[in-house]
């Protein structure tokens, strides 16, 4: 009984969590707000929300040079054209969201160098502990 009541805890934090998800969707057109249309320089970014629940029931707002470019919800992907060169790229809480989202302290931003040819790709995650981040996806 004890190691039970030692163990259910952890299951319990670690089910909050994010994860990269099999099924990711893309989103929707009415959520996605610049770097729409392929310039001749353009590089394509694309940024991609793991699943679960922390934060599951709120979108983020996606920035580039910290202009609000997508509002993104768990399990979803979004792809931008930006001009070739450094951007800084970020997350925010949604400021048009509705409830607890919405009136979060959340910002996060990476100094980027957007080339073609890169792995210009980045995930944004979740955890209990240091809540929402944006980072570069690692290939193998």
């Given amino acids: ?19 990269q998800s099999d099924e990711i969707h893309p989103v929707p057109a009415d959520r996605l707000l610049a770097y ?7 590089v394509e970014l694309e940024v991609t929300r793991d699943a679960g629940y922390l934060g599951g029931g ?3 707002a996606v ?7 997508a509002r993104i919800g768990t399990g979803e992907s ?6 070739a060169g450094q951007h800084v790229v ?11 989202c919405s009136k979060a302290m959340l910002r996060r931003e ?7 040819g890169n792995d210009n790709r980045f ?18």
């Fill in 63 to 69: 920035t580039i040079d910290r202009e609000v470019a």
């Fill in 1 to 19: 009984m004890r190691s039970i009541l030692a163990v259910l805890p952890l299951l319990v934090l670690s089910g909050c969590a994010s994860y």
């Fill in 90 to 100: 970020g997350i925010i809480g949604d400021k048009d969201g509705d409830g607890l």
């Fill in 78 to 83: 979004a792809s931008f054209h930006v001009p």
């Fill in 110 to 116: 990476l100094l980027v160098s957007l080339e073609p």
């Fill in 58 to 60: 709120c979108y983020v």
């Fill in 123 to 140: 995930r944004i995650n979740s955890d209990n502990r240091t809540g929402f981040d944006i980072k570069p996806v690692v290939t193998r």
């Fill in 36 to 42: 729409q249309q392929p310039g001749k320089d353009s």
